[in-house]
């Protein structure tokens, strides 16, 4: 398997959609209730995804939303999370895509 990084790994990252968890407020729970650095609070909560069903595509939707309000052009930011988003804990499961 080839094995691919991204410059993001220094910093802590949700492992579902790569939002900057460095905040704890904004960092995921697990199921005692004790904050994970893996995920943000958006994502993951009490142990379970918001979210469980959603897949990496719509995830990049979702997540292409959110920078577009905050400014970054809407294929630009398809772009970097089609990269980025791959590579997190959540989707990099191992079964290989296209
Ligand atoms: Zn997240």
């Given amino acids: 398997m080839e094995k691919t990084s991204i410059d993001q790994t220094e910093g802590l990252f949700c492992q ?13 729970s697990d199921k005692d209730g004790h904050k ?4 943000c609070i958006y994502c993951y909560e009490n142990g379970e995804f ?5 897949t990496l595509q719509e995830m990049i939707d979702l997540c292409a939303g959110y920078l577009v309000e905050e400014g970054v052009g809407e294929a ?4 970097m999370l089609g990269r980025s988003l791959p590579l997190l804990k959540r989707w990099n499961t191992g079964t290989a895509g296209n």
């Fill in 36 to 39: 994970t650095e893996e995920y």
């Fill in 16 to 28: 579902s959609c790569g939002m900057p968890v460095a905040e704890t407020e904004l960092q995921g």
């Fill in 76 to 79: 630009a930011a398809r772009q």
């Fill in 50 to 54: 918001k979210q469980p069903d959603i």
